[in-house]
């Protein structure tokens, strides 16, 4: 069965310092991955999704960037991070040209 | 581009009342329809889904209509209970490159139910 793993489960971190939030998931080969995130109070947007390894499109100016340096690996990187940048991250995975997604459990970041 | 847009919140309700919540889209082509559901210090989980015109999707108790003509899938529970205290998304996949889809969220209503 597929499982998809996001860690770490919560994060605070200083203004100014570095972010790396990781995804992975479990039996399934070609995955599409996404990045979402939910600021405080507000929904759900796509940061970031990619159809293949070192395939990455971005959906929003930001902070932040994304890699996949491996077919089922997902990164979520920052060199600095903003007060802004505090959020719920939601990583989710979906078969290609499919319309079921699964997310992960979500990494809850506070920058302070 | 795709959007939705869903009633704002907070929804309060008593138990055993009737909830809607309002769904409305815009999208090119032929999108899927979907409810998530987000319970309180949790990821989110897929409560329903409609991947064409008249589809109704149906799950513990909730439905939704996939409305072609009013761009619409409204979410409806006939008898809520505490435990459906939640934040609920309507989201639709459509396209975006040959390979792939995205998935685009409403902006969520938070529904608390009260005993």
């Known amino acids: 069965s597929q499982t998809i793993h996001q860690w770490p489960a919560t994060l605070v971190q200083p203004v100014g310092s570095p972010l790396s939030l990781e995804c992975t998931v479990e039996?399934?080969?070609?995955?599409?991955l996404y990045w979402y995130r939910q600021a405080a109070g507000r929904g759900l947007q796509l940061l970031f999704y990619?159809?293949?390894?070192?395939?990455i499109s971005s959906e929003v100016p930001q902070n932040l960037s994304a890699s996949r340096p491996q077919d089922r690996q997902f990164i979520l990187s920052s060199k600095k991070l903003l007060l802004s940048d505090s959020g719920f991250y939601l990583c989710?995975?979906?078969?290609?040209?499919?319309?079921?997604?699964?997310f992960g459990s979500g990494t809850r970041l506070t920058v302070v | 581009g795709d959007s939705v847009t869903q009633m704002e919140g907070p929804v309060t309700l008593s138990e055993e009342a009737c909830l809607t919540i309002?769904?409305?889209?815009?999208?090119?082509?032929?999108?899927?329809l979907f409810w998530y559901v987000q319970y309180p210090g949790e990821g989110l989980q897929l409560l329903l889904k409609a991947t064409k015109a008249d589809d109704k999707g149906s799950n513990k108790g909730f439905e939704a209509t996939y409305r072609k003509e009013t761009t619409s899938f409204h979410l409806e529970k006939g008898s809520v209970q505490v435990s459906d205290s939640a934040v609920y998304f309507c989201a639709l996949s459509n396209m975006i490159k040959a390979a792939g889809n995205k998935l685009t969220f409403g902006g969520g209503t938070r529904v608390l139910v009260k005993p």
């Open positions: 309002n769904c409305t889209y815009t999208a090119t082509g032929y999108p899927s």
């Open positions: 039996g399934t080969s070609n995955p599409n």
């Open positions: 990619s159809i293949g390894i070192d395939q």
């Open positions: 989710a995975w979906s078969v290609r040209q499919g319309n079921s997604y699964t």
